[in-house]
């Protein structure tokens, strides 16, 4: 067996199936699943464990970069750094309030124009690539400057567009969901993805702080359960919600948000984060949970109609009737529009920017091709906001496509 370090450790906890959880109140602001729910042990996940053939170090095949975006705009990047002083954080109460760190991908003016906004800091690369066995300066720095096809503070594109929240897998970086933030943008979306606090292998802050995961230890010890982490993360986002939708904004760009239209998607406990979110605050229209186990039961009156999309691996934890019973729970309780989707080949982190690194750094995957992860990923991700937040029909989400054959509807 591999010997894991904690950040991989905490990766690992990614890949957790949770046990029935409390029902919560409609309007709960902060839920929270029974004292008894327990991450359950998992096998080392192939996306983000280190190769056995050659431990540390990496098996390069070609340049690490993410695919280009196939949307018309341009896109724009600014980083927000939110302090909300009314809570005190729940893994490191002493804190001054719960900090947060938020990247805005946005439609821009042009094209092409601007500073190149990067990947992450080299000390966030640094602390997630140690996490699987990658240690070397060379490999920190190319993680750090992977293109991202969007520009630094940009002017932003005429008119109001839909918001899309994104929430990371537990332990990983908010920069892991950029390949999705970046097409979205490109296509009309303002998305904001959150790295909530002590819940990350390094978050860099201002001051030259690095916030690493306090969550992980209480998690692996006990003093936690996966409800308080949706719990947070439903508060984070709420509070996110007003920074950028509020009278006072945080951001300069704040008024191109339409707020009568905004979405919620998210990897992991970041996927069952958008239902708990969407259960605190009716701001929030549709949502996304992609491979996440559900630490909250939804009350008798569901989501109150609004669509939630379940995409997640095609094997036996999210298949009907599969492993992680918390998706056939969710999924009768909901009462809106929905869909079930499973993607053959692909493993529990191919619905993030993990492919990319496991072929660049040759580390394990499922069979599912890096491209084609990322092609479907933003494929049906995209869909269900243009047809939910856009009101475009999409036939993509309509039943099996001959363009994404991975792609399996699934009918409990």
């Avoid at 999924?331 to 920017?353: E, N, P, Q």
Wanted: hydrophobic share 40%; with cysteine; charged share 20%.
């Amino acid at each position: 067996m591999v010997k894991l370090t904690r950040a991989a450790a905490a990766a690992l906890l990614t890949c957790a199936v949770a046990l029935p959880a409390t029902t919560l109140p409609a309007t709960a602001a902060t839920p929270s699943g029974p004292a008894s729910t327990t991450f359950r042990s998992s096998p080392v996940p192939t996306a983000l464990a280190p190769s056995t053939s050659s431990p540390g170090s990496p098996a390069s095949v070609g340049r690490l970069e993410l695919p280009a975006p196939t949307g018309k705009l341009g896109v724009g990047t600014s980083v927000l750094h939110l302090v909300d002083r009314s809570r005190p954080d729940p893994w490191v109460p002493e804190a001054d309030g719960r900090e947060l760190m938020v990247t805005l991908h946005y439609p821009a003016s042009r094209k092409g124009h601007g500073r190149p906004a990067p990947y992450a800091t080299e000390e966030e690369a640094r602390l997630v690539l140690q996490g699987v066995g990658v240690t070397d300066p060379a490999s920190v720095r190319a993680l750090a400057g992977m293109g991202t096809y969007s520009a630094e503070d940009v002017r932003p594109a005429p008119g109001r567009h839909p918001l899309v929240l994104l929430s990371p897998g537990f332990g990983v970086p908010r920069f892991t969901l950029t390949n999705v933030a970046v097409e979205l943008a490109s296509r009309g979306y303002v998305v904001a993805s959150v790295d909530h606090a002590y819940e990350t292998s390094g978050t860099a802050v201002p001051g030259g702080r690095i916030l690493t995961c306090v969550a992980c230890k209480a998690l692996e010890d006990g003093r936690a359960k996966g409800g308080d982490v949706t719990a947070a993360r439903a508060a984070d986002v709420r509070f996110v919600l007003d920074r950028l939708t509020g009278p006072r904004p945080s951001w300069a760009y704040a008024r191109m948000i339409d707020r009568t239209r905004i979405g919620m998607a998210g990897h992991s406990i970041g996927g069952a984060s958008a239902a708990t979110a969407m259960l605190a605050d009716r701001r929030i229209d549709a949502g996304v949970n992609m491979d996440g186990a559900f630490w909250d039961t939804l009350p008798a009156g569901g989501l109150g109609g609004r669509p939630f999309l379940f995409l997640g691996t095609d094997d036996e934890t999210h298949r009907p009737g599969g492993e992680d019973a918390t998706w056939d729970t969710t999924w009768r309780a909901l009462d809106g529009w929905k869909r079930w989707l499973t993607v053959a080949g692909s493993d529990h982190f191919t619905f993030s920017d993990a492919p990319v690194l496991q072929r660049h750094f040759g580390l394990p995957a499922g069979p599912i091709p890096a491209d084609r992860a990322l092609a479907v990923t933003r494929a049906y991700l995209t869909a269900f906001f243009d047809e939910h937040l856009k009101g475009v029909p999409q036939p993509l989400l309509t039943g099996p496509s001959a363009t994404h054959p991975e792609v399996r509807f699934q009918q409990p």
